[in-house]
C-alpha cells in the first residue's frame, strides 16, 4: 500500500513528505553523533528499513488531529505522527523474528541481513536475531523521545499518552494471541476475528485517529467516533491482507504468498475453509497449511480449496459490511467536512487495494 498503490486525495498525502524529512534527519543525527562503537551502523539500518513505509498510521494521526479540528501549522502532528512510525517499525522487526520471515517490503528483513553480514556460518542467524531485537528496541526509545517532545497542552497529553499506552499494549496483547493461535487450525472464528483485532484493527486504524484527535484536545464523542470509524475498517484492512496473503501478486505485496501458509495462520479465509469443507478438503488443508516445506503446488492447492468452498467470497462479504460500517459511520461524525471527505477515501482504498 504504497502511495503509488494508494489513490487517496492528495490531503490525505501532504504530511508524507514532512514525516519522512523529519524521520530521516532524525536518524541520520542519531547516527552521525553517536559516540557508541558500532551503533551507528544499527542506525542506518533501521533508517534504510524505515524508507519506503506505507506511513499509513501515522497519516491517520494527521488526519484524526485535522477531524478534530486541528488546524494551522501541522508540525506537531507529524511529530506525533514520526513517533508512531518508530513504534510500528519496532513492531516490524519484532514481527519479522517471531515469523521467522526473512522479507519485508521486497527487501530482506532486519534480522535477515545482519545474519548476512557476520563472518560466522554458525553464529550468524543469532546474531541476526539479537541485532534485530536491539534495532528494535532502538526505535521504540526513539519513538518515546519524539513523543515526549511534541509540544501540546499538559490536558492533551495526558490524553495522548492514555492512547498511546492502549495501543502498544493492544499490539501486544494481539500479537501473543496470534502467537497462541498460529498452528491451530481449529480455533473459532470469535478467535480469528479477536486476533485481527487487536492486532491489526484498533493499532492500525483507531488508535492513531485517537492520538491525532487527542492532540488537537478531542472531547470523548471526536474519541468515540474514531472507534466507531477505525475498528471495522481496520478489520477489513485485515481481512483484506489475509486474503492478499494467499491470493495476491508477491511482487506487488513485497513477501513471498507462501509465508502464511507455511507458518499455519489460522486466518479467517482457514476457518470458513475448515467450516465449509468436504472431509478430503478438510484433510488437504490441514496436511498443507503450516507445513513448513510447502512449495507453489501446494499453495495453488489450498487457493483451489480456499475458492471453492466459498471461504474466498464468504470473506469478501466480511470485509464489505465492515467497509459498509465504516463508511456509514462518517454520515454523523463530529468530524470536519474535509476530514470525512478524506476518511472516505481513505476507506476505499484500505478495502479495495490489491496491494
Not at 11 to 33: G, K, N, V
Not at 116 to 135: K, N, Q, Y
Not at 266 to 284: F, N
Request: include cysteine; aromatic fraction near 4%; proline fraction near 5%.
Amino acid at each position: 500500500m504504497r502511495t503509488e498503490t494508494l489513490p487517496v486525495e492528495s490531503e490525505f498525502f501532504a504530511p508524507r513528505a514532512a514525516i519522512d524529512d523529519l524521520l530521516s534527519s532524525f536518524l541520520t543525527e542519531r547516527a552521525q553523533t553517536s559516540e557508541v562503537p558500532g551503533q551507528s551502523a544499527l542506525v542506518l539500518l533501521l533508517r534504510d528499513f524505515i524508507d519506503g513505509g506505507k506511513r499509513v498510521r501515522p497519516l491517520l494521526c494527521v488526519a484524526g488531529w485535522r477531524a478534530a479540528g486541528g488546524e494551522g501549522d501541522p508540525a506537531q502532528a507529524v511529530r506525533l505522527a514520526a513517533s508512531i512510525e518508530l513504534a510500528h517499525a519496532c513492531a516490524l522487526v519484532h514481527d519479522d523474528i517471531m515469523d521467522a520471515a526473512d522479507s519485508r517490503r521486497g527487501r530482506p528483513s532486519v534480522h535477515r541481513q545482519l545474519a548476512d553480514r557476520h563472518p560466522l556460518p554458525e553464529m550468524a542467524d543469532r546474531f541476526g536475531t539479537s541485532g534485530a531485537i536491539l534495532v528494535g528496541d532502538l526505535a521504540l526509545v526513539w519513538s518515546d523521545e519524539l513523543l515526549h517532545t511534541t509540544l501540546m497542552p499538559d490536558a492533551h497529553r495526558v490524553a495522548v499518552l492514555r492512547v498511546v499506552d492502549l495501543a502498544r499494549a493492544e499490539l501486544i496483547a494481539g500479537q501473543h494471541l496470534d502467537l497462541l493461535t498460529t498452528g491451530d487450525l481449529d480455533v473459532s472464528m470469535e478467535t480469528a476475528l479477536t486476533v485481527v483485532r487487536y492486532k491489526t484493527a484498533k493499532y492500525t486504524i483507531e488508535r492513531p485517529l485517537q492520538v491525532g484527535a487527542a492532540l488537537a484536545g478531542a472531547d470523548q464523542r471526536v474519541l468515540d467516533a474514531c472507534s466507531a470509524y477505525g475498528v471495522p475498517l481496520g478489520e477489513a484492512f485485515q481481512l483484506r491482507d489475509d486474503v492478499l496473503g494467499v491470493f495476491g501478486d508477491p511482487d506487488r505485496m513485497g513477501k513471498s504468498h507462501l509465508d502464511d501458509l507455511r507458518e499455519g495462520k489460522c486466518t479467517s479465509l482457514v476457518v470458513r475453509a475448515l467450516r465449509a469443507a468436504a472431509p478430503a478438503q478438510a484433510d488437504r488443508l490441514r496436511a498443507l497449511i503450516g507445513d513448513p516445506g510447502l512449495d507453489d503446488p501446494g499453495a495453488a492447492e489450498v487457493r483451489d480449496i480456499l475458492t471453492s468452498t466459498g471461504a474466498r467470497a464468504d470473506v469478501e462479504r466480511m470485509i464489505e459490511e465492515r467497509y459498509r460500517q465504516a463508511l456509514d459511520v462518517l454520515d454523523g461524525a463530529p468530524f470536519t467536512h474535509s476530514a470525512v471527505r478524506t476518511l472516505r477515501a481513505v476507506a476505499e482504498a484500505a478495502v479495495h487495494r490489491t496491494a
